[in-house]
DNA sequence: AGCCGTTGGTAGAACGATATAGTAGAACGA
DNA sequence: TCGTTCTACTATATCGTTCTACCAACGGCT
């Protein structure tokens, strides 16, 4: 068109103060600028950030989030991802990282897009064509663990919830793996995790933590250090502690996993291991604005590295002087 | 229809797969069921029960929640609520609580319909139909200070960030309030915010916190107590002590707003003052339902009673023993 | 004069539902 | 038998776009 046609026709726009409808366009074209994103829960402060990662990226592609808290549920995650697609969606984030994605299956087929966020490969071997996004997961665990194996501890727990995820596996085998690698012993009674009893509600991840190191705790050889399956874990295992009146981390050392915000307001700031939230945030949104473009492909996945953040929540052992009460 | 037929029909639609299409539907009912929700930042912990609150409220009335994340940005705010309105979503909840709601003005008049969250009674004036929902403010910020009155404390410090918001203003008076009731001076030098250097991404408020309290507690008197305008200023302030080699409550007490559960998981536990937040969630959702069901009627305003949680962030004032160095 | 490309403008079908109207047969009571 | 109501079904317009097709006007070219 002539400059001239387009600035007429702009000005009719802005006289009659015309704003396209995004409706009826999606009724035409079939595609809708939104994306799902389905989270245990966003009052988790983890997944409150990963919202937001996810929300920047999504930004900058014109696409608006719609948000659903599945507390890791594969009904609700379920409903959730049809209703989304009902609506026109037809991308969504799943965080949940259940093991099985089969749930997902039959709207797969009816040209649902996932994206799995923090699944690692382990997808790999599923056949449903799902791109994922994960920091890895086993070397995180493993340079919480080696971190703590570098100190001079020995005897190291772990702690975690009860869900039965992908990245809640690979964290462990990372555990695992610093500890053979150290060629100490695998003493399963130094891993805990919290009563399946308390749900699996990620708005309560840290009392998760708390419950599972309480019990490690208490033991009678307690671990001197204890890793946690991520930050909320790990800030539920210095609650625990202090519950029962040792001191982080003169008595016992703590590392988690994600570096979220909180670790550093905390007293002892957390010693924890990074997750590159942005870039996995937008790592997803970009496999998702890539199907978009182009459905077909093989499924890709992204691993991001981590990296050990040292604040101070794990020192060296001191020497047993007592143990604690109750 | 008779329930034979009724059974046909849905054999039909198992049969086939139907499923309406809800793009359809609304351009021709012009009722889409999705609500936007405004929130400063999903990474922000309290912000983050929020979102898990309203999408709560929304999932029992089968409405999606849209997520922006304003950053407190009126230019952003404004342009999130006319890209929802161009979706078709006609309802949104804005927590941000600014003073001037004037950017939203020319999209209430193309009919979008707005409940404020957090910004109490303070609305009445304002000549924007705007529905909305709050804890009592002010008398939140007078029973935090309320109390470290009652354990004794006469020099009572205020830390906030440095946003204009009717909540912060509020709290604040609500802790003039009690000092005036208790006849304490008020002391300009006792009131500290961030400085705006800072920003007023959301993301932060606790380093918000820290920054404002670590001035307060630098100064030649220092306070005894503090009161957070929130629990994330709170803990701010928390850190801010362990800065600077106080103990929390021993050498300071502090009291937040809020009550998001990281206040328990800290050392100390923090006392706090509880914000409803379950029933504000569903307060706002009801609101915009009633809206959607009849549009005319007065701006409502709801204002839930906030009440104290003790736990251990405060106590009464100790001796002063030392000045705390730098 | 006839042909071409550029530009502006018009017209109609389609997307998938809702809304309204209308038809036809069955069932019912008077 | 007639009129009324219930039920099942059909038909058409509409929501506000996009897409395709087509037409008209204009200047420059052969």
């Known amino acids: 068109m002539r400059p001239e046609t387009v600035r007429r026709i702009e000005e009719a726009i802005g006289q009659l103060g015309y704003r396209p409808s995004l409706t009826a366009r999606h009724l035409k074209t079939g595609f809708v600028p939104m994306i799902g994103l389905l989270v245990p829960s966003v009052a988790n402060p983890s997944h409150g950030a990963m919202a937001r990662a996810v929300e920047v990226a999504a930004e900058e592609r014109g696409l608006q989030v719609v948000l659903g808290n599945s507390l890791r549920d594969p009904q609700r995650e379920r409903r959730y991802a049809a209703e989304f ?66 100190l001079g501890h020995r005897r190291i727990g772990y702690v975690s919830g009860v869900t039965a995820t992908v990245s809640r596996r690979e964290r462990h085998r990372g555990y695992e793996d610093a500890l053979r690698e150290a060629q100490i012993p695998l003493d399963p009674s130094l891993v805990s995790s919290s009563p399946a009893a308390f749900g699996f509600d990620d708005t309560n991840a840290a009392e998760h933590g708390r419950v599972a190191a309480k019990q490690l705790l208490t033991q009678d050889d307690r671990p001197s250090a ?45 010693t924890t291991v990074h997750q590159p939230m942005d870039a996995l945030g937008k790592a997803a949104v970009d496999l998702l604005s890539a199907r978009f473009a182009e459905e ?3 499924p ?24 604690a009460s109750s």
Do not use: Q
């Open 85 to 150: 697609l009902d609506l026109g969606i037809r991308g969504i984030i799943v965080s949940s990282s259940p093991f099985d994605l089969g749930h997902f299956a039959d709207l797969v087929r009816r040209g649902l897009i996932l994206v799995a966020f923090d699944l690692g490969a382990t997808l790999e071997g599923v056949d449903l064509p799902v791109d994922s996004v994960s920091v890895d997961n086993r070397k995180a665990g493993y340079l919480a663990t080696k971190h703590l194996i570098d």
């Open 226 to 270: 204890i890793a946690g399956f991520n930050d909320m874990h790990a800030l539920g295992a210095c609650a625990a502690a202090r519950d029962l009146g040792l001191v982080v981390p003169r008595d016992v050392s703590i590392v988690g996993i994600d570096d979220i915000i909180l670790g550093t307001l905390v007293d002892p700031p957390l």
């Open 296 to 298: 077909s492909g093989a």
């Open 300 to 323: 890709r996945h992204i691993i991001l590295d981590p990296h050990l953040v040292v604040r101070a929540s794990a020192s060296a052992p001191g020497r047993r002087t007592w143990v």
